[in-house]
Every structure is written in structure tokens, then in C-alpha cells.
């Protein structure tokens, strides 16, 4: 994946604070989980992390209106070719003519390609609660209402399992729950804004009719990512299963004769001499 097109993506998601310190972490990500993806890129981490802040500065510069002294294509090829030996001019060249001609948007609705939306009842220690969900890449989120911007409200959908469950006083009712029996991780929004890691054991919800219920089951379990070391100890265990099965049948199949069986055998012998 090109390097301007994953931050495009990597930067969809959410909006940059204004905090240097929350940044440098965030690039941090970014430069990891792209050679993460990228294993036949030549670009060391630390390359890749300054080159990130580059070409956001270049982006800044290019496309506010308030700059009147833009960064020319040889500015940025000649402050960037310090950040790495491996750095190229082509390959400057080539991201800023990609970022000057398409500027990079961090202000758009990350949620506007979603796969599943509506209004659902979340059970609460206060009792239900109407909130707006939003199921999108392989995340669900929740707002306080379909208006809002930021969620307050995250759950990675990954070794999770969502299933119909009956509840007394609340119809169509759905619950997600660890596959293994463990809590939930997900992220709430404090009340001072800042996004905090949280767990809990279930996430319960109701929605208006038993299709809307079906359909949000049916949506969440679509979405659902295997996480690999459970895959890896399912086919471990399907092996284990299949391989008892063939022994109790191969067992089975050379076991030795009941008294009946061995009576029938030796009267046959019997009979023919008479």
C-alpha cells in the first residue's frame, strides 16, 4: 500500500488532536502497523514516523489558505532526504505531488460507511437507555444520539459472540459476549472527554421488532474477527476429535466376538459335518 494512501486511511478513523505529545504517539502506531503490513517495505520505523509528520505538515501547508508561502515540491524533497538513507527524491517527489494534488481529509464523518445503523436499548444499572449504534469496521460503536460526532462508546469485535436471548419485561433482546468466557474490552468516553479503556461482562440490547434483532445478530456476527490463536486451538482440538472417532471405529470394528457370536460360530461347523 502506497505510504500516502495507508495514512489517508490510518487518518480517517479519527481527528488528530492538537496535543504534540498525542501525535508522536499516534505516528508511533502508524509507523508500526504500516511496515507491520508492509513487509517489503524499505523504510525503517523511525523513517517512517518522521516522514508521517511530514507529509502532515505538507498537507497543513498546502491546503490552508491562511499559508501564503507554500513548501515547493523542491522544498519537501530537499528538508525530507535527512529523514532516512533509503529516501529517494523520486519518491518524495511522488507523495508530495500525491498530497498537494489530494489534499488529505481528517475532518469527515468516519462513520458515514458503515454496515449497520439504528436506534437500539442498551440495559444499564439505571435501567434502558436509547442510544444511536453504529457497526462499522468491525467495530461497534454508540452515540448519545444519531447527530453526534464522537461516540461514547467502543467495542472491537474480535473473539466475540452476539446471540438472541430472552429477557423477562424486555422483548427482542440480543447479547454480546466474550467467546471464551472472559469481560469485554472496550473504550467509554469519560466525562471529561477523553476516551478511557473499560470492561464489562456483556453488552445487553433491545431492538423495536424480532427482525431488527435478527438482523443486528446477524450484522455483528458478520463482523466479527477470529482471533488467530483461537482458530489455531479449534482446528487443534477438531483434529483431536476426528482422531478419537477413527479410533472408537477402528476399535469397534476388530472387537471380539460376544458369547452369541462365538455360539453361531462354532454350531456352523457342526452342521456341516452332518
Given at each position: 500500500l502506497d505510504f500516502d494512501t495507508a495514512l489517508r486511511r490510518f487518518l480517517l478513523a479519527f481527528r488528530l488532536p492538537g496535543e504534540a505529545q498525542k501525535i508522536d504517539r499516534i505516528m508511533e502506531v502508524f509507523a508500526a502497523h504500516y511496515l507491520e503490513q508492509n513487509p517489503d517495505c524499505d523504510l525503517e520505523h523511525d523513517t517512517v514516523f518522521v516522514l508521517a509528520f511530514a507529509v502532515i505538515m505538507l498537507n497543513t501547508d498546502a491546503h490552508n489558505p491562511a499559508i501564503k508561502n507554500k513548501m515547493t515540491r523542491d522544498d519537501f524533497i530537499r528538508n525530507n532526504l535527512r529523514i532516512g538513507d533509503e529516501l529517494r527524491p523520486e519518491y518524495l517527489g511522488a507523495v508530495y505531488d500525491k498530497v498537494v494534488g489530494d489534499e488529505i481529509k481528517m475532518d469527515v464523518d468516519a462513520f458515514s460507511d458503515h454496515e449497520?445503523?439504528?436506534?437500539?436499548?442498551?440495559?444499564?444499572?439505571?435501567?434502558?437507555?436509547?442510544?444511536?449504534?453504529?457497526?462499522?469496521n468491525n467495530n461497534l460503536y454508540y452515540f448519545r444520539d444519531k447527530p453526534d460526532k464522537n461516540p461514547r462508546f467502543i467495542l472491537p469485535l474480535e473473539a466475540l459472540q452476539c446471540r438472541p436471548i430472552s429477557l423477562f419485561g424486555q422483548k427482542n433482546c440480543l447479547e454480546i459476549v466474550d467467546a471464551n468466557a472472559r469481560l469485554l474490552k472496550c473504550c467509554k468516553l469519560s466525562s471529561d472527554g477523553v476516551l478511557i479503556e473499560a470492561k464489562q461482562k456483556s453488552l445487553v440490547l433491545a431492538a423495536a421488532s424480532a427482525d431488527e434483532r435478527d438482523r443486528w445478530v446477524a450484522a455483528i456476527g458478520q463482523n466479527v474477527l477470529a482471533n488467530p490463536f483461537y482458530e489455531y486451538l479449534k482446528k487443534r482440538l477438531d483434529v483431536?476429535?476426528?482422531?478419537?472417532?477413527?479410533?472408537?471405529?477402528?476399535?469397534?470394528?476388530?472387537?471380539?466376538?460376544?458369547?452369541?457370536?462365538?455360539?453361531?460360530?462354532?454350531?456352523a461347523p457342526a452342521a456341516r459335518k452332518k
Amino acid at each position: 500500500l502506497d505510504f500516502d494512501t495507508a495514512l489517508r486511511r490510518f487518518l480517517l478513523a479519527f481527528r488528530l488532536p492538537g496535543e504534540a505529545q498525542k501525535i508522536d504517539r499516534i505516528m508511533e502506531v502508524f509507523a508500526a502497523h504500516y511496515l507491520e503490513q508492509n513487509p517489503d517495505c524499505d523504510l525503517e520505523h523511525d523513517t517512517v514516523f518522521v516522514l508521517a509528520f511530514a507529509v502532515i505538515m505538507l498537507n497543513t501547508d498546502a491546503h490552508n489558505p491562511a499559508i501564503k508561502n507554500k513548501m515547493t515540491r523542491d522544498d519537501f524533497i530537499r528538508n525530507n532526504l535527512r529523514i532516512g538513507d533509503e529516501l529517494r527524491p523520486e519518491y518524495l517527489g511522488a507523495v508530495y505531488d500525491k498530497v498537494v494534488g489530494d489534499e488529505i481529509k481528517m475532518d469527515v464523518d468516519a462513520f458515514s460507511d458503515h454496515e449497520c445503523s439504528g436506534y437500539l436499548q442498551k440495559r444499564q444499572l439505571a435501567g434502558w437507555r436509547r442510544k444511536w449504534f453504529v457497526l462499522s469496521n468491525n467495530n461497534l460503536y454508540y452515540f448519545r444520539d444519531k447527530p453526534d460526532k464522537n461516540p461514547r462508546f467502543i467495542l472491537p469485535l474480535e473473539a466475540l459472540q452476539c446471540r438472541p436471548i430472552s429477557l423477562f419485561g424486555q422483548k427482542n433482546c440480543l447479547e454480546i459476549v466474550d467467546a471464551n468466557a472472559r469481560l469485554l474490552k472496550c473504550c467509554k468516553l469519560s466525562s471529561d472527554g477523553v476516551l478511557i479503556e473499560a470492561k464489562q461482562k456483556s453488552l445487553v440490547l433491545a431492538a423495536a421488532s424480532a427482525d431488527e434483532r435478527d438482523r443486528w445478530v446477524a450484522a455483528i456476527g458478520q463482523n466479527v474477527l477470529a482471533n488467530p490463536f483461537y482458530e489455531y486451538l479449534k482446528k487443534r482440538l477438531d483434529v483431536h476429535v476426528a482422531g478419537e472417532q477413527a479410533a472408537a471405529t477402528a476399535t469397534a470394528s476388530v472387537e471380539p466376538a460376544d458369547d452369541d457370536e462365538r455360539a453361531d460360530e462354532s454350531a456352523a461347523p457342526a452342521a456341516r459335518k452332518k
